[in-house]
């Protein structure tokens, strides 16, 4: 709905920030699964070859997964990448399709909303421990929670009105007769 391919890049600026923030996210995704990979591969060479497996990894890796996967999400809600029904939702009218949208991003933006509050509940409580294997709060382990939850609900909100709002200034939904 708002790719750099479908529209102007000099649009609002909203929407360039966000589109840089979206390229941003996908930028720090692929760093750490870059990043992740290399550990692995270091992992299993020193295991099966060194036969000396750092402990240390395992935590690291399982961390990894969890701030790929959700900031991974984020970008997907803004790039409209995310799964999604096209086969049902490309047959209703287009008056439809605008406001059924609008609702799946309204929804996203409910879920998301609470991904922020309780990921910010759960930064709180564990701020005073630490990991097993690493000397860091765990806490900064759950800070994507409330991160990729707060791009979600900014996202999925901007998505949702930009479309409806795009739908009506282009003369949709008025009636000629």
């Given amino acids: 709905m708002f790719s750099l391919q479908e ?3 000099s649009g609002p600026l909203i929407i360039r920030w966000l589109d840089r923030a979206e390229r941003l996210i996908t930028a720090v995704t692929a760093v750490i699964l870059i990043i992740l990979s ?3 591969c270091w992992q ?3 295991r099966y070859v060194l036969n ?3 402990f240390w990894i395992e935590e690291i ?3 990894s997964l969890m701030w790929i996967g959700l900031l991974g999400a984020a970008a997907c809600v803004w790039t409209e990448s995310h799964m999604s029904l096209e086969l049902v939702v490309s047959r209703l009218p287009e008056a439809v399709r605008v406001w059924l949208k609008a609702a799946t991003d309204v929804l996203i933006a409910v879920f998301a909303l609470f991904l922020l509050e309780r990921g910010i509940f759960l930064v709180q409580k564990t701020m005073s421990g630490t990991l097993s294997s690493l000397p860091l709060a765990v806490g900064y382990t759950y800070l994507v929670l ?3 939850g707060g791009l979600m609900v900014v996202f999925a909100l901007i998505r949702a009105v930009g ?3 795009r739908y009506y200034a282009a003369g949709g939904g008025t009636r000629n007769g």
């Fill in 7 to 9: 529209r102007n890049v």
């Fill in 38 to 40: 290399a550990l692995i």
């Fill in 44 to 46: 299993v060479f020193s």
């Fill in 52 to 54: 000396f497996s750092p």
């Fill in 61 to 63: 890796s399982v961390i």
């Fill in 146 to 148: 409330p991160l990729a």
């Fill in 163 to 165: 479309g409806v709002v």
